[in-house]
């Protein structure tokens, strides 16, 4: 069955400082890999998604970047966090063919 | 996809009682849709799908309806239980999108005891 995996958990991190979480997918192959921002009591903001290894569309100008270097990872990345890069942060795959996506768990990061 | 970035409606019903919970979608050409359970701190579930040529689905105590005429969607849920208590998400998606989701602002469902 497929899985999805993504951490940490919970982040506080500090103005300026980098950002990498990361988001793993197991038991499927080429899948369409999401990140999603989630703003407390609000709906589900699209960051970006990738279709494939290397290929990475991004849906809002922000401080944030994505990257896929394998097949089933996908990782949301920051040079330097701002107070307003606070949030919920779920990562979500489907499958080319499909389109049920499945969600990862959330990471929950507050900047300080 | 997009928030609507509003604070979520909320919707508050006596346990045992029927929930619908309604959704509005905005595009037209969307040939799939989509209801998600978000419970606080974790990500969303999935609960039923509803595909653009039928206008009505059953699951267990779910039923989705497709109204596409004024482009609405509505989930009702029977005999609702305290856990159901969650914020509600409708989605949808269309045919060469890479299967993206558009997701709605969410509904927060409270059921009382």
């Known amino acids: 069955s497929q899985t999805i995996h993504q951490w940490p958990a919970t982040l506080v991190q500090p103005v300026g400082s980098p950002l990498s979480l990361e988001c793993t997918v197991e038991?499927?192959?080429?899948?369409?890999l999401y990140w999603y921002r989630q703003a407390a009591g609000r709906g589900l903001q699209l960051l970006f998604y990738?279709?494939?290894?290397?290929?990475i569309s991004s849906e809002v100008p922000q401080n944030l970047s994505a990257s896929r270097p394998q097949d089933r990872q996908f990782i949301l990345s920051s040079k330097k966090l701002l107070l307003s890069d606070s949030g919920f942060y779920l990562c979500?795959?489907?499958?080319?063919?499909?389109?049920?996506?499945?969600f990862g768990q959330g990471t929950r990061l507050t900047v300080v | 996809g997009e928030s609507v970035g509003l604070h979520l409606p909320t919707l508050s019903v006596q346990e045992g009682d029927n929930s619908i919970i309604n959704c509005a979608y905005s595009?037209?050409?969307?040939?799939?849709f989509i209801w998600y359970k978000q419970e606080s701190g974790k990500g969303p579930q999935f609960i039923i799908d509803?595909?653009?040529?039928?206008d009505k689905r059953q699951g267990q105590r779910v039923t989705v309806l497709l109204n596409k005429t004024v482009k609405h969607l509505s989930l009702q849920i029977a005999a609702t239980q305290p856990g159901d208590s969650a914020v509600y998400f409708c989605?949808?998606?269309?045919?060469?999108?890479?299967?993206?989701?558009?997701f709605g602002s969410g509904t927060q469902l409270t059921v009382l005891p």
């Open positions: 989605a949808e998606t269309f045919s060469g999108s890479a299967r993206q989701l558009t």
């Open positions: 979500a795959w489907n499958l080319q063919e499909g389109a049920e996506a499945f």
């Open positions: 595009n037209s050409a969307s040939d799939y």
């Open positions: 038991g499927t192959s080429n899948p369409n």
């Open positions: 990738s279709v494939g290894i290397g290929q």
């Open positions: 509803i595909r653009s040529n039928m």
